[in-house]
């Protein structure tokens, strides 16, 4: 008698960005490459995924109209302070604060991956 294993969970990204179409690209680009995602395209929608869903990394914009993704960085740490949070913008903020990495918009697709790869490795890891 065989056993089966059950399949990997797919890590799930929250991708906030007040832009609706840079969000779109982003979740096919890391749909097509294994990865849940859920979008969001102001703080409070993200903040509310963030509560209801296991979630592995957030990749957020830096300037999302009512906040910046540092003070969002900072909500997030306090709600769940474990789970990676990325600034993708298109230049890195004077200090990081409560961002574990930042992530160029011009970036290779392919290095883009390839940290967000390791960063939801990281994490699957430790918890």
Known sequence: MSSKSAPAKRPVILCVD???DQLWLRAQVLERNGYSVLTASTAANALEFLRDN????VIS???LGEITGLQLAGE?????PHIPV???SGAPPPSMGNVDC???KDEPVEH???LI???TRRFHQSH
């Open 102 to 104: 930042f992530i160029q």
């Open 117 to 119: 790869a390791d960063l």
């Open 54 to 57: 296991a979630i592995s990394l």
């Open 61 to 63: 914009d830096h300037m």
């Open 76 to 80: 997030i740490k306090r709600i769940k």
């Open 86 to 88: 990325v600034l993708y």
């Open 18 to 20: 007040d832009s609706e």
């Open 112 to 114: 883009f991956l390839e």
